[in-house]
């Protein structure tokens, strides 16, 4: 181009353009300059795009008039990489931000390191991350900005408060994992010996609180872990904490232990040899071990776990802990009245080795060892036929209410037999707990919001002093109304994700078969199969149930 001259300055830093108005043959294109910048030495520097439209604009304006005045400009420059941190203000990150170079120079692994000590950026650096940054810098365009986190602090980890540990399975917990033999099989008949404690048998062990482990941030600063806390004892019936070690429970009575909720009760334990004509009923203030069968018409109540080692018919059984029965259970049905002439009825759970004809009613799980056939279930969780790891077990021809999962191996039978399982009941008690604390929350949302109004008119106006007393009573009943808004907040919350999880958790599972006749119901929602299945689960998932094949 005629009159345009483009130059380094002695240093070659600085880009320098001369334009001789008197040479134009017609106005200089800055477009036109700025291809012939992108050639050559100038290609990768630095051009400031201000001063080289000022300088174009001002030459033209000559040439316009008519004025040769020679316009000199400083329009570019040879620029160096530039190296800036971030650090949040907790110090845990710090971020390297990187402008690639124009044409000048790429500090080194060793500068750049060096710059962060000098920014305190100290521990917790990654040379692996900034030698990355580096390499993708060299191949960046000039004047690219690359940022990223090249040092974290480690957060302090809290100690853990002591634990409990119990030295005695729960007898429902020996029962559901069978006893290996020397050939390292399982054999489901060898359920180990029957857990029942002597006097001064260690029961619950107490672990002594971590210390934690303290953090940095990446400027080099300590962060000091909390220590945990030690935990006292819950003391249940029948144990007392060891003279010699003020670490260990101890049992202060025979009888059959028991830890739920953290607290390890021995119960006093009626041991027989099994209930009939002969012994009588049993109704006892403790746990009852029965080392025979039941028979017909005969009754149990206990206040603690019943355990039967051997068979129930026709018996009634009623325990305020769980029921394990090691072998079966079967009843009559009266199929005019509908009256189950086998009854198990558990504040816990139950566990049944195989069982027809049986009315079941429990507040936690029903786990069967293989089959259970025409029988009514009533549980507040899952009902588990077969092994618990992997449930291979027979259900057929039951009426039942579940809150969880109904998992086995079959579920129904070729026969078309009718297996009923509903989910409403439990889910019906969740909605009625969320209706009623929606509709408590509206109307204490309502008052705080014109207590608010009236608190904050208040604060606004100068009160006398004989009054002052009373504004002072207003503001701590309006703070305590707030708290209790917060706490029925966190309470509705946690009633709505226990709703999202129950319609999760409910399910049908059959982990061989599925068979005709097999129905699930949530309220007005139904779903029944017609036809045989292969493994298959039956989940509720947006208002509907789905069915889905296991592979």
């Known amino acids: 181009m005629n009159g345009v001259t483009i130059s380094f300055d002695k240093s070659r830093t600085y880009i320098n353009i001369m334009l001789n108005p008197s040479e134009?043959?017609?106005?200089v294109d800055m477009r036109e300059v700025r291809k012939q910048l992108e050639t050559g030495e100038t290609k990768r520097l630095y051009v400031s795009e201000k001063?080289?439209?000022?300088?174009?604009?001002?030459?033209?304006?000559?040439?316009?008039?008519?004025?040769?005045t020679v316009v000199q400009e400083r329009i570019g420059e040879r620029k160096n990489a530039e190296i800036e941190f971030r650090i949040p203000e907790d110090g845990m990150m710090a971020n390297l931000v990187l402008t690639t170079p124009y044409g000048g120079k790429l500090p080194s692994l060793a500068t750049v390191k060096s710059l962060a000590v000098k920014n305190r950026v100290i521990r917790g650096v990654s040379t692996k991350k900034i030698d990355a940054m580096l390499k993708a810098a060299r191949?960046?365009?000039?004047?690219t900005v690359l940022e990223e986190t090249i040092a974290k602090g480690l957060p302090a980890r809290n100690g853990k408060n002591s634990k409990f540990v119990p030295l005695v399975p729960n007898a429902l917990e020996r029962v559901l994992r069978p006893q290996t033999n020397e050939g390292e099989r399982v054999d489901m008949r060898n359920l180990g010996e029957v857990i029942c404690v002597k006097v001064n048998t260690p029961v619950l062990r107490r672990t002594p609180p971590t210390q934690g482990r303290s953090g940095f941030d990446v400027k080099g600063n300590t962060l000091p872990a909390v220590q945990g806390e030690w935990v006292d004892f819950k003391m249940g019936t029948g144990t007392v904490v060891s003279d010699s070690d003020a670490n260990l429970l101890m049992s202060s009575i025979s009888g059959m232990p028991k830890y739920r909720d953290h607290v390890m009760n021995i119960d006093d334990t009626f041991i027989c040899n099994g209930v009939n004509v002969g012994t009588g009923h049993v109704n006892y203030e403790g746990a009852v071990l029965v080392n025979g069968d039941v028979t017909e018409k005969m009754e149990i109540k206990a206040a603690g776990d019943v355990t039967i080692n051997g068979f129930v018919e026709s018996a009634y059984i009623e325990s305020g802990g769980d029921i394990i029965i090691t072998e079966g259970a079967m009843g009559k049905v009266n199929d005019k009245q509908g009256d189950f002439q086998c009854r198990l009825v558990a504040a816990g759970s139950i566990h049944v080795q195989h069982g027809q004809g049986i009315d079941i009613q429990?507040?936690?799980?029903?786990?069967?060892?293989?089959?259970?056939?025409?029988?009514?279930?009533?549980?507040?969780?899952?009902v588990?036929?077969?092994?618990?790891?992997?449930?291979?077990?027979?259900?057929?021809a039951c009426d039942i209410i579940s809150q969880d999962r109904v998992e086995a191996g079959t579920l129904g039978a070729v026969s078309g037999s009718t297996l009923k399982v509903d989910f409403s009941p439990g889910f019906n008690q969740l909605l009625e707990r969320k209706d009623s604390l929606d509709e408590l929350l509206r109307q204490i949302r309502e008052n705080n919001l014109k207590h608010k109004e009236k608190i904050a008119l208040i604060q606004t106006k100068k009160i006398p002093k004989e009054l002052q007393r009373k504004a002072a009573e207003a503001l701590e009943l309006f703070n305590n109304e707030s708290a209790l808004?917060?706490?029925?907040?966190?309470?509705?919350?946690?009633?709505?994700?226990?709703?999202?999880?129950?319609?999760s958790d409910i399910k049908l599972i059959a982990n061989k078969r599925l068979y005709p006749g097999v129905s699930a119901k949530l309220n007005n929602?139904?779903?029944?199969?017609?036809?045989?299945?292969d493994r298959a689960q039956i989940h509720y998932d947006s208002h509907q149930w789905h069915y889905e094949p296991i592979i």
């Not at 429990?362 to 899952?382: D, E, M, P, W």
């Not at 588990?384 to 057929?396: A, R, T, W, Y």
Request: with cysteine; hydrophobic share 30%; charged share 25%.
């Open 24 to 27: 134009f043959t017609s106005e």
């Open 51 to 68: 001063s080289l439209k000022s300088a174009c604009d001002t030459a033209n304006h000559y040439f316009k008039t008519g004025d040769g």
């Open 139 to 143: 191949n960046a365009a000039p004047g």
């Open 362 to 382: 429990c507040k936690g799980n029903i786990t069967v060892g293989r089959q259970l056939a025409y029988s009514r279930l009533r549980c507040g969780g899952a």
């Open 384 to 396: 588990i036929v077969g092994q618990i790891d992997k449930p291979m077990g027979n259900l057929f």
């Open 485 to 503: 808004l917060e706490w029925l907040e966190n309470k509705a919350d946690d009633v709505k994700a226990a709703k999202e999880h129950y319609q």
């Open 525 to 533: 929602r139904n779903w029944r199969s017609e036809r045989e299945y």
